[in-house]
């Protein structure tokens, strides 16, 4: 059994951060291996958070007991912060783990405004307004991982992005994008065919209506009426 989570110390000189990932191997009763993927001693203006883990228990895997994390980085200036995604595996169950990669990447047809936060570097074409990875590993070794993101233009809709891996975490690709109205908000590997990724979408719009109450009519009594 595998445990993400993240690790904070909050002192007077700044506030390092580290991912953590627990291992039991009694079912949970009992964790006796913690190792970090990821540490932010250094940096003030950086931090980690939101880490999700997922083993590879694929039959025809080459991968087979890799353990892959995923999680945000948040990257400050003094006027914002840009959350690119990164990605770390392990080879020797959670020993230890390979150096973090970022993962969002760059789409110049889906992603903007990426060098918008001054003092923070990035790219216009970058997808760094990302949160909440989602990996999944398939009986074959596929990652896929799903996370939202906001580098859309001005008066679009956020999106939902997945990018795919087919050795390892080693190479990332674009694998899925609806339109500007559609995100991804579950997916799974078939159980039979682990060339088939199952991906339920869902499009919705928000405007100026989805909060209108329509006409309340005040009530007589002004009493705890403002």
Known sequence: VYVAHELASFTETGFPFAIIVAKSTD????FTQFTAPAINNTNPDQF?????????????????????????RLECGDQGCVTPI???????????????????GNNAE???????????PGG????????????VVGPDGTISVAF??????????NQQLLVQSHDGGQTWNKVLFVDDNTGVIDMAMHPAD???????????????????PGEVKKPDATDGYD
Not at 27 to 30: K, Q, S, Y
Not at 125 to 130: P, T
Not at 194 to 211: H, N
Request: glycine share 8%; with cysteine; charged share 20%.
């Open 27 to 30: 079912g949970g009763a009992t």
């Open 48 to 72: 980690l958070d939101h880490p999700t883990v997922a083993v590879d228990h694929g039959p025809t895997s080459p991968f087979r007991d890799n353990v892959y994390i995923t999680w945000v």
């Open 86 to 104: 990164y990605f770390s595996r392990s080879s020797d169950q959670a020993t230890t783990w390979s150096e973090p990669v970022k993962i969002s």
């Open 110 to 120: 889906l992603c903007v405004d990426g060098d918008q936060v001054p003092g923070v």
């Open 124 to 135: 216009a074409d970058e997808c760094n307004f990302s949160g909440g990875p989602s990996p």
């Open 148 to 157: 939202h993101n906001s580098n859309t233009p001005i008066g679009s809709q």
């Open 194 to 212: 682990p060339d088939t990724l199952l991906v339920a979408t869902w499009e919705r719009r928000r405007d100026g209506f989805d909060s209108w």
